[in-house]
């Protein structure tokens, strides 16, 4: 009977783990990360797109969307979530195109996300308005 229950647990806590929202996922202001990832966005910020940050202590993923379309409207970023499931890192994202008002960081031009450390996913996916995307460009340092 014991061995049963210990199975059953077990069982439940591998289940649970193998699918959850990743809580060392968080966003993080252009301010607080700026002495890391300085040189990284002012190269980035240039062009709209994914981008990722691979440094000493932390990785970093950075949506920009500030630069305006042929139509001169800005993408704007909402519902930022990951999740993990297995060894892939699920990121998923909503987009908006919309007339630029102000540019400030909480109007969702752009934003700055803190990867959970590596050694917990082998694969990133990007998912933008549930469509897979590619990652425009990956900085190293």
């Not at 591998?14 to 966005?41: H, P, R, W, Y």
């Amino acid at each position: 009977m014991k061995r049963q229950v210990v199975c059953v647990l077990f069982f439940l806590f591998i289940s649970g783990c193998s699918q959850n929202q990743d809580q060392s996922f968080s966003e993080v202001t252009m301010k607080q990360a700026q002495t890391v990832t300085e040189n990284f966005i002012s190269q980035m910020v240039v062009e709209n797109g994914v981008y990722m940050y691979l440094g000493e202590k932390n990785n970093y993923l950075f949506l920009n969307g500030v630069a305006p379309d042929e139509n001169n409207k800005n993408t704007i970023f909402s519902s930022v979530v990951s999740e993990t499931k297995g060894n892939k890192l699920n990121i998923y994202y909503e987009t908006e195109n919309v007339t630029k008002a102000e540019d400030n960081e909480e109007a969702g031009f752009q934003r700055l996300y803190r990867l959970p450390p590596n050694d917990s996913y082998s694969t990133i996916q990007i998912i933008e308005n549930g469509r897979e995307v590619p990652i425009d460009t990956i900085y190293a340092s």
